[in-house]
């Protein structure tokens, strides 16, 4: 009877945890635990990642209507690199986000998570980006000697023209990156599918990610390793969580990619939310 009772509660434990769409995001957390624990990195007990999981619905209160699956693969994504989503850090954001005709969860780095990112990295000395205004004066010149000179006006700066980004190394090595408002805005509306989003930074956040996307294009030249351009691969995907992968890198981004045309006929029409 003893063997047969030890039997019956090692098949418990093993017992498949079922979820149901109207779970709540807590005890669905909850009765996923073991998984979420298993993919945590040792930094984020459950607790803490249950916490930041709560906060960020109720910060943002459409979340709920996003599948859970993609909710909980942007909330493993920001912990597995360590940063904290939809809090006045602005390191990450998760948005809201039709993508393929349901609403999902999409994961975002924001411009200070994407400067934590870059500082791990023991090579950089110093990494910054900056708005440019029209009555701002500023020069830049490329070549062989390159320079870089920003002198900010001190009242009236008038309209965003530009935005730079710079990075120096501690063996003196340095790169700079300049783009317009006007081209940072037509990179946006191909490369960010969110971009029109009512939740997107975009919106609420512009010169951040403005800066943020300048200095992911100044860092495509510079020599950092491959775990950051591992992270930064995880930036604006939709990805649903699996427990049998530890991973989220491993997990394939799901987000469909809209057509330029349909883009500008899902922001005409707000289907783009």
């Known amino acids: 009877m003893a063997v047969k009772e030890a039997l019956a509660a090692k098949a418990a434990e093993k017992k498949e945890v079922r979820l149901t769409n109207g779970m709540p995001m807590a ?8 998984e979420i624990k298993r993919a945590l990195p040792s930094v984020i007990t459950p607790e803490r990642f249950t916490r930041m999981a709560l906060s960020a619905l109720n910060a943002t209160p459409k979340l709920m209507e996003c599948s859970k699956m993609s909710f909980l693969g942007a909330m493993m994504n920001a912990a597995q690199l ?21 609403m999902e969860c999409q994961f975002q780095i924001g411009y200070k998570g994407l400067l934590s990112l870059a500082y791990r990295n023991e090579q950089m000395q110093n990494i910054q980006a900056h708005c440019v205004y029209e009555n701002d004066e500023f020069e ?19 309209k965003l023209i530009l935005v730079y980004a710079l990075y120096k190394l501690k063996n003196g090595g340095y790169g700079f ?12 509306k191909k490369y960010s599918q969110s971009f029109s989003s009512a939740y997107s930074p975009w919106s609420k956040n512009y010169e951040e990610m403005a800066k943020k996307t300048v200095i992911k294009k100044l860092l ?5 390793k491959s775990d950051f351009v591992t992270a930064t691969m995880q930036d604006e995907t939709v990805k649903s969580f699996d427990s049998n992968i530890v991973d989220m890198s491993d997990i394939q981004d799901e987000t469909e990619v809209v057509a330029e045309a349909d883009y500008k006929e899902s922001e005409e029409t707000g289907n783009n939310e």
Do not use: F
Not at 140 to 158: C, I, Q, T, V, W
Not at 177 to 188: F, G, L, T, Y
């Open 27 to 34: 005890d669905m957390i909850k009765a996923l635990e073991p």
């Open 177 to 188: 990156e300049v783009m317009s408002k006007d081209d940072i805005d037509n990179h946006a």
């Open 82 to 102: 360590g940063l904290e989503p939809n809090t006045v850090l602005g390191e990450a954001y998760l948005i809201p986000y039709k993508n393929k005709g349901k």
């Open 140 to 158: 830049y010149e490329l070549g062989l000697d390159s320079k870089l000179l920003h002198k900010p006006a001190l009242e009236n700066r008038g």
């Open 220 to 224: 495509k030249y510079a020599p950092l």
